[in-house]
């Protein structure tokens, strides 16, 4: 069975770092989009940043600049590198990623982001 699990949140001082990443497990043969979702208190979950397979990035306006999404596919995983955190980065954040054409989520890891 395919697993998604994220992990690196924290709590950190706004102007901080974190690196999250998301490892997949399980019988793989593809994995194709990668990308991160977060979702704040009370707030719809939003798409921050994408990853194809050969590259390609795409990142919410929100956080370009500041967050760097990336892989290893030799790993099956993804990270995403936050600088510049602000406390409306606080939110929990998911994995998410396209494996042999079917969508799988992660269970998220939190971020607080201290003012």
């Known amino acids: 069975q395919v697993r998604l699990v994220e992990s690196g949140g924290g709590l950190v001082q706004a102007g901080g770092s974190l690196r999250l990443s998301c490892a997949a497990s399980?019988?793989?043969?593809?994995?194709?989009?990668m990308a991160w979702y977060r979702q704040a208190p009370g707030k719809q979950r939003e798409l921050v940043a994408t990853i194809t397979r050969g590259g390609s990035t795409n990142y919410a306006d929100s956080v370009k600049g500041r967050f760097t999404i990336s892989r290893d596919d030799a790993k099956n995983t993804v990270y995403l590198q936050l600088n510049s955190l602000k406390p409306e980065d606080t939110a929990v954040y998911y994995c998410n990623a396209d494996i042999d054409s079917r969508w799988y989520w992660g269970r998220g890891t939190q971020v607080t982001v201290s003012s």
């Open positions: 399980g019988t793989i043969f593809s994995i194709n989009i």
